[in-house]
């Protein structure tokens, strides 16, 4: 195996602003410390939170790297002291809490996974921050069981994509809102019992229909806003509202009586400021509980588009504009 360079070129966030505000520059390969490993990266995830840390609104947290990017796949090249879980030359996929958008990164030994020969090394880069996401928030926090019904805000995106074909392959029914009928045919062909094109249609009422009444028993929301108070409707009784961002805005007004009358549960998380042992948890979980469909080649991420590295403003513009059906990926 070749011994990585000294400097490699990465893609930075030259100041906040637009895609047009990433731009290359030269940077010092890092060296693995302890519990790390040094990885050649195939593959890097685009994901909103990039988008949002371009634009100035999400600081890594502190240790990070201030580089964009929380996910990649590819070949470990070095190690620290003390990583004992992959070894040289493996390929793997990992989360990242920062630094993604390089030819080589830094990963926890601990919260990376061993690439399924089912997955493309492209599907792998593309995989371990929904894979944690949907996990964490829809199995974990929702504690989704078979026979219920998820209710997925944005089924089209790459969470979406993810989270219809677990709760599908655990047992579960499942609804999504989309806002276009190519989005709601993608959603439907991955295994979604139902999809309901938001911009037509009044999701609650059809959640409603669609469950003689019930409603649905978690409901998996990226929007917020003023579908905080629709969600505790569209709710089941002893429902749970899983939070994981607010793309329509933090703030609403909302009758919290309903959270008592259906006895609902209302909890969110965000993944980038857990605690690397929180992450590694997460990483058993899911080696014991997901990775099996993974092999079988059961689940797989869906890929909307990939880019060269240096191409990653044009993967934003893509992201922007909310066309893209699956995930987004550069390769260095």
Same mark, same amino acid.
């Given at each position: ?90 390929k793997v996929m990992s989360l990242v809490a920062g630094g993604g958008y390089a030819p080589y990164t830094i990963a926890q030994d601990a ?54 074909? @677990? ?6 029914? /499942? #609804? ?5 009928? $190519? !989005? *709601? ?108 469909? @993974? ?6 991420? /869906? #890929? ?5 590295? $240096? !191409? *990653? ?20």
């Amino acid at each position: 195996m070749e011994k990585p360079p000294a400097q490699m070129t990465v893609i930075g966030i030259s100041k906040p602003g637009g895609p047009e505000v990433l731009l290359p520059e030269t940077r010092p390969v890092p060296s693995p410390g302890p519990g790390e490993i040094l990885v050649k990266v195939a593959a890097a995830g685009v994901n909103r939170p990039d988008v949002a840390q371009r634009s100035g609104a999400y600081p890594p947290p502190p240790g990070a790297s201030d580089l964009p990017g929380l996910e990649v796949a590819g070949e470990v090249v070095a190690l620290g002291a003390g990583s004992h879980k992959h070894k040289l030359g493996d390929k793997v996929m990992s989360l990242v809490a920062g630094g993604g958008y390089a030819p080589y990164t830094i990963a926890q030994d601990a919260q990376a996974m061993a690439v399924p020969p089912a997955l493309s090394m492209l599907e792998a880069g593309a995989t371990p921050e929904t894979l944690m996401t949907v996990w964490h928030n829809v199995f974990e926090r929702g504690a989704l069981k078979p026979g219920e019904t998820l209710l997925i805000h944005g089924g089209s995106s790459g969470i979406g994509t993810m989270a219809i074909q @677990l709760a599908k392959a655990f047992g579960s029914k /499942v #609804i999504v809102t989309v806002g276009s009928k $190519e !989005k *709601a045919s993608a959603c439907l062909k991955l295994g979604a019992d139902h999809a309901i094109n938001y911009k037509t249609e009044d999701f609650v009422a059809e959640v409603k229909k669609v469950t003689s009444g019930t409603g649905a028993n978690v409901i998996l929301d990226m929007v917020g806003g003023d579908y905080i108070e629709r969600n505790y409707d569209a709710a089941a009784i002893d429902g749970r509202v899983v939070q994981i961002a607010l793309l329509g805005g933090p703030k609403a007004t909302v009758n919290f009586a309903r959270l008592m009358v259906k006895r609902l549960h209302h909890t969110g998380s965000t993944l980038r400021p857990r605690s690397n042992a929180d992450k590694a948890a997460m990483v058993s979980a899911i080696e014991a509980m997901v990775m099996p469909l @993974l092999r079988e080649g059961r689940v797989k991420p /869906v #890929i909307d588009s990939s880019f060269p590295l $240096e !191409k *990653a403003a044009d993967a934003h513009r893509r992201m922007e504009t909310s066309e893209h059906i699956g995930k987004i990926v550069l390769t260095p």
